[in-house]
């Protein structure tokens, strides 16, 4: 799979979440429904599906890093997008390996650049900065 492809697949994951957290039918179909302009690849689509499976289920967990993290913030006053953003690194990070932590945070940040305001890709980066720093034995950067 292309970086490009995987590229995409974060994409799509994130407009994923998006749709669940606002209410959208939790379907297996979701994702095929979203890429229906941009076909994508096999490969991509399932690295989508099982980031989104993941996050999905690091909600929880992930929050409560992020809480943590963000000193004078509470979760609610992140904006979802931003939060959203956070926990699938976040869950990237923590549940696929083979993923490079740099490409992971460059990733995040863009994201955060093309779907939310100007200072959030700087919110987001000093966000997940922490996290790995404060998981040294985990991540490699």
Not at 7 to 33: C, V
């Amino acid at each position: 799979m292309s970086t490009s492809d995987r590229s995409r697949a974060r994409d799509l994951a994130l407009q994923a979440l998006y749709a669940l957290e606002m209410g959208a039918d939790d379907s297996d179909h979701l994702l095929e429904d979203l890429c229906n302009d941009e076909p994508l690849e096999d490969s991509a689509l399932e690295y989508a599906k099982g980031l989104v499976a993941k996050t999905r289920e690091q909600a929880e967990t992930t929050d409560a890093r992020i809480t943590e993290l963000a000193d004078n913030w509470k979760l609610e006053r992140i904006a979802l997008i931003d939060h959203l953003i956070l926990r699938m690194a976040m869950t990237e990070l923590s549940e696929m390996a083979d993923v490079p932590v740099k490409v992971v945070l460059n990733e995040a940040i863009e994201l955060a650049k093309r779907y939310s305001t100007a200072s959030s890709s700087g919110f987001v980066n000093g966000l997940l900065d922490a996290f790995v720093k404060n998981s040294p034995d985990r991540f490699r950067v």
